[in-house]
């Protein structure tokens, strides 16, 4: 079974910190794909990321990074110098193929607070 | 890039009525379509999964009496909340898939019920 770990419920910084936010997953498939996603209070979720498991290779987009270690099972997310319009709800989420293709869970969410 | 919409984006009804969704995929078909309901500072729960022209997967404890999935076309699916009660007040996102590929998966804005 399939399943995202996010354990850090809320993290708050000061505007300019940099702050990593953690996931963990569980997986039996060896072809899965990770994502990220940033919720706003509006509740449209915005698509950060995405990657397939055949690919460990770090991204960096911006003031974005993401790290991605098989060995750990672990897809973390970095935001540098956080900004005040970085606070949202970001969502870590998990697709494997099942019975009817590919479905995609997701973690618990970790609510950020950037304080200016 | 791929739009998904939904209709309404709120509503309000009273206990034991019943609610309609509407998910539309305004650019692209749609073979599959995916509900998610999301409680208050909660993650997003996949309630099913529903391919054009067939029955509606649901996810274990899902009431598929209660919430009625139908995707009669390639960019359109339904969510109906028969018999609504307060319990079921919570935000209903859809997502569409085009073909198979597990990237290719579009989130809606999300619609907010609210069962006074």
């Known amino acids: 079974a399939q399943k995202v770990t996010q354990a850090q419920t809320e993290i708050s910084v000061v505007e300019k910190e940099d702050v990593t936010l953690d996931c963990v997953y569980e997986t039996r498939d060896t072809t899965y794909y990770l994502f990220w996603y940033k919720q706003p209070p509006s509740g449209e979720l915005v698509f950060l990321i995405r990657r397939n498991s055949f690919d460990e290779q770090n991204e960096i987009s911006g003031r974005y990074s993401w790290n991605f270690q098989k060995s750990t099972s672990s897809f973390n997310f970095t935001i540098t110098a956080s900004q005040v319009v970085d606070s949202a709800v970001y969502f870590c989420?998990?697709?494997?193929?099942?019975?009817?293709?590919?479905?995609?869970?997701f973690g618990a969410g970790t609510r950020l607070f950037v304080k200016a | 890039g791929a739009v998904v919409s939904q209709h309404p984006s709120w509503v309000i009804c009273k206990s034991g009525t019943s609610v309609k969704i509407e998910c539309r995929s305004l650019d692209f078909q749609a073979t599959t379509m995916f509900w998610y309901r999301q409680f208050p500072k909660q993650s997003l729960m996949l309630m099913a999964t529903s391919n054009e022209g067939s029955k509606a997967t649901y996810e274990q404890g899902v009431e598929k009496d209660k919430f009625l999935i139908n995707h009669a076309s390639l960019t359109l699916s339904t969510l109906t909340v028969t018999s609504a009660h307060p319990e079921d007040s919570s935000f209903y996102i859809c997502?569409?898939?085009?073909?198979?590929?597990?990237?290719?998966?579009?989130f809606g804005p999300g619609t907010r019920l609210t069962v006074t």
């Open positions: 989420a998990l697709s494997e193929a099942g019975a009817g293709g590919f479905k995609t869970i």
């Open positions: 997502s569409a898939r085009t073909g198979t590929g597990v990237y290719e998966q579009y």
